[in-house]
């Protein structure tokens, strides 16, 4: 059997939230914010993490990462335990976060990708390889020598992008790159993604909330709900006879009893 990408078993977040209930008093509860979620991909997979805001997602990645500590359960990823083998993991994953970026700000949009080449000590044949490639699917070779700050969000995301997969990582955790993005951005997104995983066989962890990037590029999805996984399994599983809007709408409202169909 192919060892799995990613695995996780019974991961668990919790964090104390203290809050004033007197003057001199103070109150302390834990909230839980990924509750014993359990699941794994398959090397070149691409998986789609949905649910409401507040549900868990960010978080998940942020241990998938090595970003937080979980609170308990166990987790794999690249056959790395994440907070113990952070600086190991950085040169197997890349991370796009679709609100904030990992470009220099003030810096030509091209510095930025020089600067990543030294972080990462990419060789320069391969980084050239690998910028030409990048370049010329995702059409940024008039924003080279274009501060970052000059960027409109799409090309800024698709910056991001580049420099996420810069360094050939086998695993891929994209948090909303689809966010706040015109029609013309996104269609150019999803296709390059897809061209990545189908083609390069990328492993890839996707979080959205667009139906579109659901429905284009994933072949599986996990919803989680208040920190629970409420959903693995098929797209077609999921929509059982309707449209996928409304299937996802009603797996957002409980609608859907939960499903369990590992993939």
């Known amino acids: ?29 834990v909230f839980t914010a990924v509750d014993e979620v359990s699941f794994t991909v398959a090397p070149g997979e691409l998986v789609g993490y949905i649910g409401p805001n507040g549900a868990g997602k960010s978080t998940t990645i942020k241990m998938l990462t090595g970003i937080l500590m979980p609170t308990s359960g166990r987790l794999s990823v690249a056959g790395l335990t994440p907070q113990k083998d952070r600086i190991k993991l950085a040169r197997r994953i890349g991370v796009v976060f679709g609100q904030r970026t990992s470009l220099w700000w003030d810096l030509p949009l091209g ?6 080449q030294r972080l990462y000590r990419i060789p320069p044949a391969r980084f050239r390889e690998n910028l030409d490639k990048y370049v010329d699917a995702l059409d940024l070779g008039p924003l080279l020598d274009k501060p970052v700050r000059q960027l409109s969000l799409g090309q800024r995301m698709r910056g991001d992008i ?3 997969l810069l360094h050939d990582p086998m695993i891929v ?44 590029l994933c072949s599986r999805v996990i919803a989680i709900d208040r920190g629970r996984v409420a959903f693995d399994g098929t797209l077609d599983t999921l929509r059982a006879g309707r449209d996928l809007e409304t299937a996802v709408t009603d797996l957002y409202l409980g609608a859907l009893a939960p499903i369990e169909e590992s993939g």
Do not use: C, W
């Not at 990613?6 to 004033?20: G, W």
């Not at 510095?111 to 990543?116: G, P, R, V």
């Not at 994209?174 to 993604?193: C, H, M, N, Y």
């Open 111 to 116: 510095d930025s990708f020089a600067l990543i």
């Open 1 to 29: 059997m192919t060892t799995p990408a990613i695995t996780v078993e019974t991961l668990t977040k919790s964090f104390a939230q203290r809050r004033r209930t007197g003057r001199l008093r103070r109150s302390r509860t």
């Open 162 to 164: 580049t420099a996420a």
């Open 173 to 216: 955790y994209l948090d909303e790159p689809t966010i706040g993005l015109d029609i013309v951005s996104k269609k150019a997104v999803r296709e390059f993604l897809h061209t990545l995983n189908t083609e390069s066989g990328t492993t890839i962890l996707l979080t959205t909330h667009d139906i579109g990037d659901i429905e284009r």
